[in-house]
Structures are given as structure tokens and as C-alpha cells.
């Protein structure tokens, strides 16, 4: 058995099951508000207590007597959760003390039949301890005392959790938990002992280098951004094949950044499906400035962004901010039109669609645009398979031979002007860097560079390679400073301005 464990944690509005959720990943996912209904999807993070790994699901406040879709949309997906889980910590609420939607949530475990614990949270008083003995009208054996918001109480149901796993997942909670213990931490270790790694090996011969590498992690973190209502939780639920995430046309269903792992032809991708992003005149709640928050979040954490675009409306200004926000973050980029089938002749007018797609946006003209339509999942199989292209390329360390070549093709193609009278000239070029790819080109004077020069690089460079959907920073430093992969021996074209 060798999978992770499921936890999922359920209970009834305002008890506190974002901030326990909050709590056992460590970091700050779930938005947490006194107003029913914040969690509308269910999310997933990884729990990471000391000693343990376990998959972790955070659901909706249940409200068995509220008709509203959007409550009976929360009852749905709970109960996909509770079927997911193999234990369910359903919380209650110490202070206020036992309530009939306590009852109802009791039922609905029992009927499912999974293990289950009670966490009585908000016990950081006596009085509020004192309280605990009615919950044991709910029939349960046990009621757990915490206090999610200070971390009272959490570590012995992690214990009680755990004790209610099969042995094999207990295991595999712990083994995951040792493996990841002895990686290195932090991204500033990580990069320490990559370096430390290529400092081993062997460098190349002058004149030659590294051939092509690609180095995707084996786990892609896919950002499914976009405007409000343009279709993003429909067409993670099309790649899925089930029903996910809550639907709605009313713009602003999806408030948190949904995380859904799917695997693919031995692949794995977790889909974060993210809240509508409107523009900050239009965000004026509370609830809705932290959901713009969790997505600008998600996109930083993302490898790969898919822009979802609404193919009847067009490309709006909006638009065209997010894509901004993808390049800025040196993020690889898939441009999906979704709701192509209501555009009239759509077979015939994808071309002329997609240039002007790209027109409006040049500066992310380097993406792969995809036509789609969640509703007829028609197209979105595609888009797994066009994220994995821009993947490819977005990870991809080109060799330095190579590298020096195609920049000596490009200047014998356009020479560079002269600046102040002098010739500017490049000496050589490497790869220092992937996600995005980042050239760095020794040259003689980098203030003599004009953008536009800057510009046909970078299209030379992507017709000689590709580094499709991913920006390409190139970068000109002055020959002599540390151009960052100083163990490489590069052969230094000679300066035709210098005599001797």
C-alpha cells in the first residue's frame, strides 16, 4: 500500500476547520473568516506534523438546512472528501457547545463508516473544557481538546489520528516524513548542494560544454489563473473527468487556491485552481482580497501558469495584467481560450484568433495558445500535453558549445552597431540558469547594447532552440565580472578593437 494516508476534516460553519487545516500544513492555505461559507471547495495541502506525512483535506461548513446552492454544493463536496478520507477529524466547537448541525455531521460519518475523531476546538479556557462532556451525545468514543488557533491540544490528535491508520499508511506516513527530513531545506540548501554537485563534475573541454539537459521536477505545479467566471474550475474538472471543484456562474465561486494532484501517463500535476482575479478597485471585501492574495501566491509557486481565457469575450485588459504577472514571475506560460465552442466558425478562425490573441499580449508572444471547451471537454486533454511541452523547455539547460554558436550565427547575421564610436563585441555566452532559462553574455561594453538588439537575440535564440512558453533572459555583463558557472572554460573571441 504504498499511497499516502487521507485525512479530511468536516464539521458544521465557524467551528474552526481552516485554522486546524491552517495548522497541521503549517503555512497559511484555507482563508479564515467568521463568515459562513468561506471554503466552498474542498482543498487539499500535505500535513506535515514531526515524524509525519499525510495528505490533508479541508472542507466546507455543513448546513444541512440551507437550500442555497452554494451551501448544497459544500454538502457535496464534503461528502467526496469524507469517501476520500481514511479518517475524518470532525470539529466542533467547544464554546459554544454542542449544536444540532454537530448531530447531523455525526451521521453522516456514521452512515460512511470511516474512522473517525472528535476535536472540541477553542478549548483555551476552562469553561470552554468544561463544555466537552456533551459531545459525547454524539455517540463517539473519544473528544480531543485543541485549540487550533494556538496550537493547544493539535500534537495528541495527530496522535489519535494516527492511531486509527492501517499499519502500512502509518508507515508510509513516517517514511515520507524520513525522506523528506533528509533532503536539503530551503531553497537557498537546495541550490547549495546542486552546486555542490556540478562543482564535482568534471568540466568541459574548451570550445565544447554540456549537452542539452532537462531537469522538470517530478511533480509539475500547474497555476490555472485567469478573470472571474472565464471557465477555470470547469476545465480542471474537464482534465479530471469528475466534478471537483464547485461550478457556478456566479463570478467569484472559487475563493481559496484549490490544489488537485492528477496523474497522467505515469506523470503527475497538481492543478491549483484559483479565485478570479478582478481588479483591486473591484475587490472591496475582505474574503475577496484574501483570495487575490492566495492566487498571486499560487502563481509564485507554480512552475507552469495556465492562463484561462473567455474565447466569446475576447482578451480583455485584465487579461493581459495577469499574463504580465506570469512574465514578471519568470513563470512558463499556456494561454487556454476556453468556451471556444461558443464562438461562431471556430474551426476556421483559430489562426486568425490566436494572432490576435498574441498581438494583444506581444510580450508573451512565446506561448502556446490552446482552443478549449470545459463544458464539451473538447480540447483540454491538450492542455496537460502543451504544459508538459512548455515544461520541457522552461527546465532546459542548452550547452554551452552550443550556446556560443548560435550567438555567433545571430551576430553574423546582424551586427551589433557601434556605441560612442567603439565596437561593441560579445565574447562568449553560457546558461547559469533554468526556470526561466537565463543566458549571461561576456561582452566589452553592456551599456552599448540597444533593446531592440536585446530583442533579436532573444528571437534568435528561440529560433534556434525553441524555449517554448517560457520567458529567456539574457543578460550582458562586462568580460572579467562573474558570469555564474565559474568552473567552465569558455574560448574568449579576440577584441578586433584591441591591438597586441
Not at 74 to 101: C, F, K, M, N, Y
Request: net charge neutral; glycine share 8%; aromatic share 6%.
Amino acid at each position: 500500500m504504498s499511497r499516502l494516508p487521507v485525512v479530511a476534516i468536516v464539521g458544521r460553519p465557524n467551528v474552526g476547520k481552516s485554522t486546524l487545516f491552517n495548522r497541521l500544513a503549517r503555512r497559511r492555505i484555507a482563508i479564515v473568516d467568521d463568515e459562513p461559507g468561506v471554503t466552498r471547495d474542498r482543498l487539499y495541502a500535505m500535513a506535515r506534523p514531526p515524524g509525519y506525512r499525510f495528505h490533508l483535506i479541508d472542507t466546507g461548513g455543513l448546513d444541512p438546512d440551507n437550500a442555497h446552492e452554494f451551501f448544497v454544493g459544500i454538502r457535496e463536496q464534503a461528502t467526496v472528501a469524507i469517501e476520500e478520507a481514511d479518517v475524518v477529524i470532525h470539529v466542533v466547537d467547544s464554546r459554544a457547545g454542542l449544536h444540532p448541525d454537530d448531530r447531523f455531521v455525526a451521521e453522516l460519518l456514521r452512515k460512511h463508516g470511516k474512522p473517525a475523531v472528535t476535536a472540541a476546538n477553542k478549548s483555551d479556557a476552562k469553561d470552554h473544557v468544561d463544555l466537552l462532556p456533551e459531545f459525547y451525545e454524539l455517540g463517539v468514543a473519544d473528544v480531543m481538546p485543541v485549540s487550533a488557533a494556538h496550537g493547544l491540544g493539535v500534537s495528541d490528535l495527530v496522535d489519535k489520528v494516527l492511531s486509527l491508520l492501517p499499519t502500512e499508511l502509518r508507515a508510509e506516513a513516517e517514511q515520507r516524513a524520513a525522506d523528506e527530513d533528509a533532503q536539503p531545506r530551503g531553497r537557498a540548501a537546495r541550490r547549495a548542494a546542486a552546486e555542490a554537485a556540478e562543482a564535482e563534475a568534471p568540466p568541459p573541454e574548451e570550445g565544447e560544454g554540456r549537452g542539452d539537459e532537462v531537469h522538470a521536477p517530478p511533480e509539475l505545479r500547474v497555476a490555472i489563473v485567469g478573470r472571474p467566471n472565464a471557465g477555470k474550475s470547469s476545465l480542471v474538472n474537464a482534465i479530471l473527468g469528475e466534478p471537483r471543484l464547485m461550478v457556478s456562474e456566479i463570478a467569484g465561486t472559487t475563493r481559496d487556491a484549490v490544489d488537485t494532484l492528477v496523474e497522467r501517463d505515469g506523470k503527475r500535476y497538481v492543478l491549483i485552481d484559483t479565485a478570479g482575479l478582478r481588479r483591486k478597485r473591484s475587490v472591496a471585501r475582505k474574503v475577496e482580497k484574501f483570495s487575490v492574495v492566495a492566487a498571486l501566491h499560487a502563481l509564485e509557486d507554480a512552475h507552469v501558469v495556465c492562463l484561462v481565457l473567455d474565447g466569446y469575450e475576447g482578451v480583455t485588459e485584465q487579461d493581459e495584467k495577469i499574463a504580465e504577472m506570469a512574465f514578471n514571475a519568470g513563470k512558463a506560460l499556456v494561454i487556454v481560450v476556453n468556451k471556444w465552442d461558443l464562438v461562431e466558425d471556430a474551426v476556421r478562425r483559430r489562426e486568425e484568433y490566436a494572432k490576435r490573441v498574441l498581438d494583444e499580449m506581444g510580450f508573451v508572444a512565446y506561448a502556446p495558445v490552446v482552443f478549449a471547451s470545459a463544458l464539451h471537454k473538447q480540447g483540454t486533454q491538450k492542455v496537460l500535453s502543451t504544459v508538459d511541452t512548455v515544461a520541457q523547455h522552461h527546465f532546459r539547460r542548452v550547452g554551452t558549445a552550443r550556446i556560443n554558436k548560435a550567438f555567433e550565427r545571430a551576430e553574423e547575421g546582424h551586427h551589433l552597431p557601434s556605441f560612442k564610436g567603439r565596437r561593441v563585441s560579445l565574447y562568449y555566452a553560457t546558461q547559469v540558469a533554468i526556470a526561466p532559462p537565463t543566458i549571461v553574455v561576456a561582452c566589452n561594453m553592456p551599456e552599448g547594447i540597444h533593446p531592440s538588439y536585446r530583442r533579436y537575440l532573444q528571437n534568435a535564440m528561440r529560433e534556434q532552440f525553441g524555449f517554448v512558453g517560457t520567458p529567456l533572459k539574457i543578460i550582458f555583463r562586462r568580460r572579467g565580472k562573474d558570469i555564474g558557472r565559474s568552473g567552465h572554460t569558455h574560448r574568449k573571441r579576440r577584441d578586433p578593437t584591441q591591438h597586441g
